[in-house]
């Protein structure tokens, strides 16, 4: 079960770099009033433009944090309809793609045979749209992955695809939640 990266073959090691400030959080519900949640990013109004690493810090009040091989990395918590998601985006080096990834448990998780061969018919049915889940070799961790993003998108689009991103997590809770 995994999901390889075409571009970033040091994917491991970016991701694992910027999710140690998360590293013991998890995604999943939390108190409060589920209808109508909080939503990230304040002022929604579209930007014209090239969508930047510093911009997208902005939209999701973080922090941009350089990577040694040029990459830049924003780790963000969003809170969406009473669930709470860990967001790590990654700009390449080239400054033209980003990656949107979600540490999904801890290290090393146990899963039931049932939810490996759930995972692995959801990575089938994503993997035209370049989705999946994939096992961090670097610190053991399940991740959700939405990869190739170009930057010409505008905020407006950026934030119609975190939602994506996240109602994916949120839809596929029981196939990677840990028992």
């Known amino acids: 079960m995994t999901f390889s990266r075409f571009v970033l ?40 433009g090239k969508l930047t690493p510093e911009r997208v810090a902005t939209l999701l009040k973080s922090k941009v944090q350089a990577n040694q091989d040029g990459s830049k990395a924003i780790v963000a918590n969003v809170t969406k309809d009473g669930w709470q998601f860990d ?11 980003f990656d949107i990834y979600s540490p999904l448990t801890g290290a090393n998780p146990n899963f039931t045979e049932a939810q490996i061969q759930g995972m692995e018919e959801k990575n089938k049915e994503l993997k035209a749209a370049q989705k999946g889940f ?41 196939l990677w939640k840990q028992q």
């Not at 991701?15 to 909080?38: D, I, L, Y």
């Open 87 to 97: 967001i790590v985006i990654v700009f390449l080096a080239d400054g033209k793609v």
């Open 9 to 48: 073959p040091s994917l491991a090691v970016i991701v694992f770099a910027c999710t140690a400030s998360v590293a013991t959080a998890q995604p999943g519900p939390v108190g409060g009033n589920k209808q109508g949640g909080n939503k990230q990013g304040g002022n929604t109004q579209a930007k014209s």
């Open 134 to 174: 994939m096992l961090n070799n670097q610190d053991n961790r399940l991740y959700f992955a939405n990869i190739n993003f170009l930057v010409t998108m505008n905020d407006q689009a950026f934030l119609q695809e975190l939602d994506a991103h996240c109602a994916v997590v949120r839809e596929t809770y029981d």
